[in-house]
């Protein structure tokens, strides 16, 4: 189970989405797991992630208590993948975010080969997993779906920012600052790349994938030419 289970979208959009979570079980296999867990992330760095993180501290982009709001347009967007692979301080549930199946699948093969001892997740379109599965050589040992949202749907934001926020399972990441982003890339306002900094640095677990939100707003500004 994970509460990436909860993006929204079609299977297709999901083209460009795969997080590889690592987790040890308390009580069983935790001892030791810090630097295995760490060894996970370091790992992962080659294989050029787009966002790297662990539940503790977040992903490569992260909000600052020492900033005022002024500086917050204005600061290094450069990911630091290293900082949050060194900055690993305690077991807990790491993640490495990739855009494109290549990536992913060559990453999880080398996990395979190196036997962790780690609970290993794939989190991307059923279909997308398999094939991850298959070209791996891993026989897969569960599936989880998410059930969608019910009742008065009607209420839901729009499908864009929907996309968005839900990105950031632990719901860090508000409807209200999707849509702003959505609506200040469309006025030409911030760039797709400016927006997607800001929203990823609120997603507190680091699974929040940067390039999918950037062909998100891409495409809300592509339809207002």
């Known amino acids: 189970m994970t509460n990436t289970l909860h ?13 590889v979570f690592a987790i040890c079980c308390r ?3 935790e001892k030791d797991a810090l630097p295995r867990l760490k060894k996970f992330l370091h790992m992962a ?3 050029k992630p787009v966002n790297l993180g662990d539940a503790r501290n977040g992903g490569c982009l992260r909000p600052s208590a020492q900033l005022n709001p002024t500086n917050h347009w204005n600061r290094d967007m450069t990911p630091d993948f290293e900082r ?3 900055g690993l301080d305690a077991p807990t549930t790491v993640a490495a975010v990739f855009d494109n199946r290549k ?3 060559d990453f999880i093969a080398q996990v395979k080969a190196e036997n962790l001892g780690l609970s290993i997740n794939v989190s991307t379109s059923v279909d997308n997993a398999v094939a991850c599965c298959d070209e791996t050589g891993l026989v897969r040992h569960s599936v989880g779906y998410s059930l969608g949202f019910e009742g008065k749907t009607e209420k839901l934001p729009n499908t864009q ?4 926020s839900t990105m950031c399972g632990h719901g860090m990441v508000s ?6 982003m959505i609506d200040w890339v469309k006025e030409g306002r911030r760039s797709p790349e400016e927006a997607v900094t800001y929203l990823a640095r609120f997603c507190s677990c680091g699974v929040f994938n940067p390039s999918r939100a950037r062909r998100i707003l891409e495409d809300a500004r592509r339809s207002m030419q």
């Open 7 to 19: 993006r929204y979208g079609a299977s297709p959009s999901f083209n460009d989405d795969y997080i």
């Open 27 to 29: 009580g069983k296999n």
């Open 45 to 47: 760095i080659p294989f």
């Open 84 to 86: 949050v692979a060194n």
């Open 103 to 105: 990536a992913a699948t």
């Open 161 to 164: 920012t929907l996309t968005l």
């Open 175 to 180: 409807h209200s600052l999707a849509k702003k």
